[in-house]
């Protein structure tokens, strides 16, 4: 830039100098882009480009730091614009470039812009001025040592926190806790009816901009005529220009209402026609009690209008009187004329319903307040701070309200709520107009009743009035347990989801198909149940009950028996479960066999899908197997009904059938029954009878021409001589084995050819030899090998002491050795008998 662009700037070098910073933003830019990725390594080579590229990068820096420092010298002296630079280093921009310098630009520009609409009147700053936020959580620390300095970290001591040694109030309560599935909030007398109880609304009387996605729970709110047709009170849209601060809770007096006739006396100050705006907060017990009970309500009123102090109540709601008559304060809460001022009151609407049936018409919620006016933060104790300069002790708002008589600490806790609500009322309301107005300027006018910036100037405000009317609507209503699912906020599936249980949430549309731990989700199921319904009979929470901890702990160790149930319980085992130790161990064994029958069923449901699977690609493969089709126009088998089953080929035939004439179909049929005929053997064959008998002495048995001779047992044989020898039908030739046949005398039938002489002649002393008898012929298988006892000296010796000989089979092969058929020293210590 040149010398000239360092002079002060003026609205009419402005533009000049704004063009010249972009020219350059740009070359810079566009000189960076052209930078080659491994500057190092040239920073690394050329030492005068390491100095020249180093000196940049730290003119860059110093820039940076110089512009980040102005983010934080907001509302600080001229004087300290020397120390505003901040050191920024290489790697914060690298790292985090986005929180180091966009988010610091960010709120520059905003600045800016807020600077600029103050400037051209666009923006009006709020009537009441925000309280700074900077030593708010010192000023905290140091009025907590100051007020309790034993407890400066800020801890509710356990006798606060929870009262074991108090008896449940809810035993004296007039009308007992329902904690069935059916429970209802109840209505006596409708007080301020535009319509009367039980009226059926119609389709005109249904508010279209009231109605969402539970608009059946809304439509029967006995109410909803009431809030939908209401109209709010002028004052509504009237802030004060200035509002008045209350005094301290030291300087202010408080009410306590713990009787009947003080609770009489509280409803006819709030009927009086001087109270037209309310402050109302509760205090509220859920941890020994199944659906939880109020034990303390704080009521806040101007007193006397605007101009006088307010007034602060507390209603002590464990009395049984008091909670008889507290249904009586619909006729003020449904008062369309009396504005009721909670703070986040989801919670407070439904409470006030189910404990005492009491409905409110006319809420002004300051949390949608302060969301609309886009507040750092949203909860009370956050506009306590911002416009009351007051910081509360939040510890006490996990405390036991059903201890009496309230400490003091407690006591002022509850009425801080209340004191200066009303206040923040005010305060906001004059935030929510300016910053409507300061909207409608911008945007276009809107044509309506009324002049166009007063409209405008009110859509604010309107819309908290909206928002908090369907608060206000909002219907108790008994979420039933379901078992099946696990749903809804009490389910057994919610929870295994919030403490990230995956193998116990019912993941899928058939729970049992996540393979995984279905013992330890049957007993967890079965104990969370039980759990449930013991809460129920006891009047106790789950919590006190079972914590969680210790139901998935019960999921997954699964004890089977007394000892082993007490015993997982380290640092003392709950009262509900000492008690009921047999019967939890019972659900406990219960849930065990759930879970291996479902094993087994869904063992067999998968077996089923993968045969089912294998069958459909088994016919998968024979569809794409065939490529034609022929179908028979009869049946040979059913006469002339035609067939509807067809296929191309034959896995058996091969194309035998592949034929499309009608002719050739008939032939080929034909040829179909030929094959099947030829192929097939219908009847057993008859065995062939053996005529002849040949004696071959080459191998000393006999046989014929079909192969060996059958074995005959002796006592069966026939006795046959002569040279013609023949078996019976019924049984085969004799096998003779170890002998040789011996060569029989030809015998000279008359009228044969007579031998030679030399073969005539006798020898002197030779005898005629005798006719082979086969029948009497020893045969080696009717040899029967005698068994032997072991002897102790491993010899085999008969009844006359001689050895007998072992009966060769097939040859006289010698015995194995010794070595080789019994073990070398066995049975030493003859410890057993061989």
Known sequence: MTSSSKSPLAPETFANFHNALQSIALKATKASAGLPPDIGFYKSVDGALKDEVEGLERRILRLVGRVVGFVDVKGKGRDQDRDRDRTVGAEDLVDDFHAAVVDSMDVLLERADICLDEFSGKLKRPVVQL?????????????????????????????????????????????????????????????????????????????????????????????????????????????????????????????????????????????????????????????????????????????????????????????????????????????????????????????????FGVYVVGLFDTFHASKLLELPRHSLSTLLSLYADFTPDKKYQQADWRIRPLPKEMLDYARSDTHWLLFIYDCVRGGLVDKGLARSRGGSPVEGVGGVEEVDRLVLLREVLFRSSLTSLRVWGVEGYDYARGGGSGGWDTLAKKWNKPGLMCANEDWRAVPVQRVQRAVYRGVHAWRDRVAREEDESTRYVLPNHWLFMLAESQPGDVAGLLGMFRGGVPGVVKKRARELLEVVRAGVREGLEEEKVVEVEEKV???????????????????????????????????????????????????????????????????????????????????????????????????????????????????????????????????????????????????????????????????????????????????SSKARKGKKESKGGEKKKPTNFFGDFPAPPKAKSEVRSGNISKSFKS
């Open 131 to 355: 309280k700074a936020l900077q030593n708010q959580k010192q000023k905290q620390k140091e009025k907590q040592k100051e007020e309790r300095p034993g407890d400066a970290r800020g801890f509710l001591p356990p006798s606060l926190q929870h009262a074991a040694h108090l008896a449940k109030p809810q035993e004296l309560f007039p009308r007992k806790p329902d904690n069935s599935d059916g429970a209802r909030p109840q209505l006596a007398h409708k007080y301020n009816a535009s319509v009367p109880l039980g009226y059926v609304l119609q389709k005109e009387d249904l508010a279209l901009k009231y109605l969402g996605e539970g608009d059946e729970e809304i439509s029967g709110h006995p109410y909803f005529y009431e809030t939908t047709h209401l109209s709010y009170p002028k004052h509504v849209y009237e802030p004060p220009a200035e509002p008045q601060a209350p005094p301290p809770l030291s300087a202010d007096p408080v009410a306590y209402v713990d009787s009947a006739e003080a609770f009489g006396a509280l409803l006819d100050h709030l009927a009086g026609a001087d109270v037209q705006e309310i402050a109302v907060d509760l205090e509220h017990h859920s941890y020994r009690t199944y659906r939880g009970f109020l034990c303390l309500m704080q009521i806040t009123t101007r007193g006397g209008g605007p101009s006088r102090p307010p007034r602060d109540f507390v209603v002590d709601l464990l009395v049984p009187d008091v909670r008889a008559r507290m249904q009586e304060l619909n006729a003020v809460f449904t008062d369309p004329n009396k504005i009721k001022v909670f703070h986040g009151a989801e919670s407070d609407i439904v409470w006030l319903q189910q404990d």
């Open 609 to 787: 899908v993968e045969v089912e699977e294998k069958v459909v690609e088994e016919e998968k493969v024979v569809e794409e197997k065939a490529p034609m089709s022929i179908v028979a126009p009869t049946s040979r088998l059913f006469g002339g009904a035609k067939s509807d089953i067809s296929v191309r080929t034959s896995s058996f035939f091969g194309e035998v059938l592949g034929h499309e004439s009608a002719g050739s179909r008939d032939g080929a049929f034909r040829d179909l029954v030929a094959k099947i005929h030829g192929d097939l053997v219908i009847a057993p064959s008859v065995p062939k009878v053996v005529v002849e008998v040949k004696n071959d002495p080459a191998v000393g048995m006999q046989v014929d021409d079909e192969g060996p001779m059958a074995f005959v047992p002796a006592a069966e044989r026939e006795r046959r001589s002569g040279d013609d020898v023949r078996m019976m039908d019924d049984m085969g030739p004799i096998v003779v084995v170890g002998k040789k046949s011996v060569k029989r005398k030809r015998v000279v039938e008359a009228g044969s050819v007579t031998p030679p002489e030399d073969k005539k002649k006798k020898v002197e002393g030779e005898e005629e030899e005798e006719t082979f008898d086969f029948a009497a012929a020893p045969n080696v298988l009717d040899a029967v090998v005698a068994k």
